[in-house]
């Protein structure tokens, strides 16, 4: 019984000691000192030797300018047996937030003199200095430490301090020299590295570091520089200058690996610089003795060759898939090819009857989950561009079955919707988008509340859903690369259905083809009608995003860009695009970005 009565008794008092700490740290970081000072005093009374209570009490203490207090409880601290050089440092800013600068400097200096019996101390002492930014006595603390037990390496702590302290040309060299050094792993000083550079090429700190690692390539040759040049060139978007120094590390590396090269391309792609991938993809085509490898660069570059082909490139892609059909034939390891040749025999060239049979034959291969996944989608996207719903919702159904918590079933399970909605069907696609509200993969859940709004926001103010069944139909028309059509069909919704709730999704939906078809000013005309009739409904960030993109990479009027970032950032921040917008506002505003 007496047991049961000391635990307890033990756990009322954890239970209390809890309590009061919650208490101390919530009033504490909601700046009410007073209030969080009577929690903190009872508690390091109870545990004299907690030093996160401590610090926050002396904290409170000098918040409320009650600093004999805060002096008081330090001498009793430092008092008790060993003194801990951080205590000097308390100290002295507790004198120097009093103004008292020389009593101040006088304890600075003594915790310093403590690293001369104790080096170990070193690393306490220069965090807390820097802790305080009181960076001249951090550096002072860590050198010191080092040089009295070289054992001791504090030259990642030095180059931080020099950063802080403006003195970017010492940071750097500390940075690439610990790199050289093998002391650090290139990422992490990357990271650090990445404060201080921007995408301006014509940054004094870009300049800094560039000439820096010239300097070093030429002194001491090593592939190490190039790695860095290539990082610094992708800062700043300059993809061919990268791509130099990434043939110079493939030429002189033993391993002779392409990969690098392989995601300079797809960077360089993603950023619409065609014709530096291009050089890229031709590049690997030429130099790998992978053929897979080859054949991804051959499928890239087919890609480029797609961006804007005329009839005469169209044939001429065609003529080299089937220059890779036969030389590769249907195998597991190559189904990106059958892929990509369905695809293009579909929606470039309006033929989806063969790519049907190249789906069908792939699917007789001995094809994985996955595998076979990734065919049955591709087959589905044909079926339905030939308005063969049935059979595409037969296929959709089977991956979303197999692969039911996957994104992969998630896609189909969307993909079912859309069909649905492209079909009319509309409460069956409700149906399948509720569930996908809270699918893993944001963008799949996006895009489900999206649709899933459009479809009851227009169903609860027309029964009859004329509009909806239009809006459905140029959907489907654009699916199939019928965009003139759709267009037309959407000025129809415009026209005749004016004021009705599908007048902005039909006006985003008309700007968003009118875009990819280069007719820009009409484009940009029904995004800032969406900005000025309906500012305050739920595509608002949509038009301002889209915008921000047609101001920023195509009609090059970047103070317009930042605009419309900035009004995602300032007044949409549970946006899905909040993320990218305000990346791109910061680079706009020649912010470093991490």
Not at 25 to 43: N, R, S
Not at 274 to 286: G, L, M, P, R, T
Not at 469 to 484: D, H, I, M, V
Request: hydrophobic share 40%.
């Amino acid at each position: 019984m007496r047991l049961i009565f000391l635990i307890f008794l033990c756990f009322s008092s954890q239970l209390v000691l809890s309590q009061e700490d919650f208490l101390a740290k919530q009033y504490f970081e909601d700046g009410e000192f007073e209030k969080a000072k009577v929690f903190l005093e009872k508690l390091v009374d109870k545990n004299p030797r907690r030093t996160d209570f401590t610090e926050r009490l002396i904290a409170c203490y000098q918040e409320l300018e009650q600093y004999d207090k805060a002096e008081e409880l330090l001498h009793k601290i430092m008092g008790q047996g060993i003194v801990y050089p951080t205590g000097y440092i308390e100290l002295g800013r507790n004198y120097a937030l009093q103004g008292m600068e020389d009593k101040a400097i006088e304890n600075y200096n003594l915790a310093i003199s403590q690293i001369e019996k104790h080096p170990n101390y070193g690393y306490g002492v220069g965090y807390k200095f820097q802790q305080y930014v009181l960076l001249d006595y951090a550096l002072k603390a860590f050198s010191r430490a080092m040089e009295l037990n070289p054992a001791q390496n504090y030259d990642y702590q030095i180059a931080r301090i020099y950063g802080e302290q403006g003195n970017i040309e010492e940071m750097f060299g500390s940075y690439l020299k610990m790199i050289s050094d093998g002391t650090v792993s290139t990422a992490n000083v990357l990271r650090n590295i990445n404060d201080f550079i921007t995408s301006d090429a014509s940054n004094p700190n870009n300049l800094k570091f560039k000439r820096i690692l010239l300097q070093k390539a030429q002194k001491t040759p090593d592939v190490i520089w190039n790695e860095l040049l290539s990082w610094l060139f992708v800062q700043q978007e300059e993809y061919t200058s990268a791509f130099g120094q990434e043939r110079a590390i493939y030429r002189r590396s033993e391993e002779r690996s392409l990969q690098r090269l392989q995601g300079l391309g797809k960077l360089a792609l993603d950023k619409r610089e065609a014709k530096v991938a291009s050089d890229i993809y031709n590049f690997i085509v030429e130099n790998s003795s992978y053929k897979r490898e080859v054949l991804d660069a051959q499928l890239n570059l087919i890609g480029i060759s797609l961006l804007d082909a005329g009839d005469k490139e169209l044939l001429s892609v065609e003529k080299t898939f089937s220059e890779l059909i036969q030389e590769y034939g249907f195998q597991m390891e190559t189904l990106q090819l059958q892929i990509a040749y369905a695809k293009f025999l579909t929606f470039n060239r309006n033929n989806p009857g063969p790519a049907i049979e190249i789906m069908e034959k792939c699917l007789e291969l001995p094809l994985n989950n996955y595998g076979a996944a990734y065919i049955k989608n591709t087959l589905g996207d044909i079926l339905v561009f030939d308005q063969k719903f049935n059979r595409a919702l037969i296929y959709y159904s089977q991956i979303q079955k197999n692969l039911k918590n996957d994104v992969l079933g998630q896609e189909a399970r969307f993909k079912v919707a859309q069909t649905s909605f492209y079909k009319g069907d509309f409460d069956w696609a409700l149906t399948q988008l509720k569930v996908l509200r809270s699918a893993t993969s944001q963008l799949i859940a996006n895009d489900a509340m999206q649709l899933s709004l459009l479809i009851s926001d227009n169903s609860l103010e027309d029964s009859t859903q004329v509009a909806l069944k239009k809006y459905a139909r140029a959907s489907f028309l654009n699916y199939q690369n019928n965009k003139a059509q759709a267009v037309a069909l959407l000025n129809d919704i415009l026209d005749n259905h004016k004021g009705e709730k599908i007048e902005d999704e039909a006006l985003l939906k008309q700007g968003q083809i009118l875009t990819e078809l280069k007719q820009y000013g009409q484009a940009e005309f029904n995004y800032l009608k969406i900005v000025e009739f309906h500012g305050q409904d739920i595509l608002a960030d949509d038009a301002h995003f889209a915008l921000a993109e047609l101001y920023n990479t195509v009609l090059k009027n970047p103070e317009k860009a930042k605009f419309h970032y900035e009004q995602i950032v300032f007044n949409h921040q549970d946006s899905y695009y909040f993320p990218q917008a305000r990346k791109r506002y910061r680079a706009l505003r020649g912010d470093s970005i991490k």
